[in-house]
């Protein structure tokens, strides 16, 4: 039997469809998504780190001038040194939205994407021939894996171009190249996660040279090495369309550059390998653990298939940003390869037949219509409905020093500034007239800049030296942190303002 990596051929049963005025599996796990996440998972997007209003402060920026950034405005540690910006094309949808709904209106495009790409997946696997109770089961797993990185931030609108290379990769008869250039070229325009394409690609090609070789039949091996050949041109043309943005090559070699840098690994949470004494990893180590038996007790998958689950798992373990990753081609790879089985042992009998055959009828578009509809409204309405808020508007003052920028800003304090590192980009959203020390664009900043920072606000030796080297005027930190209770005992400062959130300090000399 060939290991051809194709789903198995659904059953004349499974192949009859239904077509009823209820919503069919996808419209109903996309309805699903996309309503509850704004309503628990709002806030979140836009104020678990500075990145939201970075993203916002660049959209507008770009929005404002007619042109990309190409060196830097913002900050005072790097000014006007050479600027990529990889994620341009997302951070201008991230401001139109804004300029539409606030807060509530980047949020809610996030969940579009986000709902939108989980029920692509479950129309996928569908289609495929995987049974619909297998179907909710896997995409429920990739939601919850997933939730971690539920953010208002230009990586999640790589997570749908990923399901499409996927899909593309695993049929029979792929698209032409230029069809993979165009996925690319618009890939590259949105977020540097087009070099994570690249490598799914050179994962195929080896994929199908190992299986080429394998103790199957001639004619196989023959079809292997035949659908392992064109991914080479592929690949070509995929690097060539990257090219295509403002910045041309400079855009993907300034990605390739980016992961160089040690320090930028080691100084940077979302690059550290995942704390599993933390609860929100815990389903990703249950991942792990379920994916060790799947692999162990099952029949070895198609080696393309086989590398993909393995490398997504070790590079995951290394950075704990991949396990997005991990979840939408891992776990979906391994409902192909258990679907025969799950059909023999599960589909087709109770509760499985039963919701197969609910999950097989019903209409899709008409549901998601009128769900993006409401959502639009609501971002229209800027999360609230008459004079009920569903989705908050605004930055989290808890969170970010929302009191104290304002007062700042609005008595025009000068000086230069340093700060926390997740407020930066807050600071370039809420206070534009003061550059920043740093924000969260660590692929600008760099390893070294980033190791300094952290040295001056964990305390360490000679950080009041820094401060003067700096010629730094105010120090804007956490009320509660350690760099906060030293500089209300240094005489060189004095606290300009304080709430529960952030302290203001003021070099005494300051006029």
Do not use: C
């Not at 990185?149 to 230029?178: K, M, N, Q, T, Y």
């Not at 704990?320 to 679907?339: G, K, M, T, Y």
């Not at 971002?379 to 929302?402: C, H, K, Q, T």
């Amino acid at each position: 039997m060939t290991r051809y990596p194709v789903a198995e051929q659904e059953n004349e049963r499974s192949k009859a469809r239904v077509k009823g005025g209820q919503p069919s599996l996808p419209a109903i796990l996309f309805l699903l998504w996309a309503l509850l996440i704004p309503l628990f998972e709002a806030g979140i997007m836009v104020n678990a780190d500075g990145d939201p209003a970075r993203h916002l402060r660049h959209g507008e920026t770009i929005l404002a001038t007619g042109d990309v950034i190409r060196s830097d405005p913002f900050s005072f540690t790097r000014p006007g040194a050479p600027f990529v910006g990889f994620e341009y094309g997302s951070q201008v949808l991230l401001a139109v939205s804004h300029r539409l709904g606030g807060t509530p209106g980047m949020a809610i495009l996030a969940t579009l994407v986000i709902a939108g790409t989980l029920a692509g997946l479950t129309a996928w696997l569908l289609g495929r021939g995987v049974d619909p109770l297998l179907v909710a089961v896997t995409v429920t797993g990739v939601a919850v894996l997933t939730n971690i990185h539920w953010l208002a931030r230009p990586h999640v609108f790589s997570w749908p171009l990923i399901l499409l290379l996927l899909a593309w990769l695993e049929r029979e008869h792929r698209p032409p190249a230029w069809a993979f250039g165009l996925l690319f070229a618009g890939w590259a325009n949105l977020h540097g996660a087009f070099v994570f394409g690249w490598l799914m690609i050179g994962i195929y090609f080896v994929g199908h040279l190992l299986e080429s070789v394998g103790g199957y039949s001639e004619a196989e091996r023959s079809q292997e090495r035949r659908r392992a050949i064109p991914l080479v041109p592929i690949l070509a043309v995929t690097v060539l369309a990257t090219f295509l943005t403002p910045y041309g090559w400079r855009l993907p070699w300034h990605v390739v550059e980016f992961f160089r840098d040690p320090w930028l690994r080691t100084l940077t949470q979302e690059f550290q390998s995942p704390d599993f004494h933390s609860t929100d990893l815990l389903p990703f180590l249950a991942a792990l653990g379920i994916t060790g038996l799947l692999l162990t007790f099952g029949r070895r998958p198609h080696w393309t298939r086989l590398l993909v689950i393995l490398g997504n798992g070790a590079m995951a373990l290394m950075a704990q940003r991949n396990i997005v990753q991990f979840a939408l081609l891992a776990v979906p790879l391994l409902a192909l390869e258990w679907a025969p089985a799950w059909n023999r042992t599960v589909g087709g009998r109770g509760f499985a037949e039963r919701f197969a055959l609910a999950a097989r009828s019903g209409r899709t578009v008409p549901y998601v219509v009128i769900t993006v509809a409401l959502l639009v409204a609501l971002a229209l309405g800027r999360g609230r409905v008459g004079s009920v808020e569903i989705v908050p508007d605004g930055f989290d003052p808890r969170r970010f020093p929302v009191a104290a920028v304002e007062l700042a800003r609005g008595e025009g304090v000068p000086g230069r500034i340093f700060h926390e590192f997740v407020w930066g980009g807050y600071l370039l959203w809420a206070w534009p007239e003061q550059q920043v020390f740093i924000d969260g664009g660590s692929d600008f900043y760099g390893g070294e800049l980033l190791r300094a920072h952290r040295e001056v606000i964990g305390i360490q030796p000679g950080w009041r030296d820094s401060l003067d080297v700096w010629r730094i005027d105010l120090v804007l930190v956490r009320s509660d942190g350690a760099m906060a209770s030293e500089l209300v005992r240094e005489p060189a400062w004095r606290s300009w303002y304080a709430d529960s959130t952030a302290t203001l300090f003021r070099r005494a000399s300051a006029p």
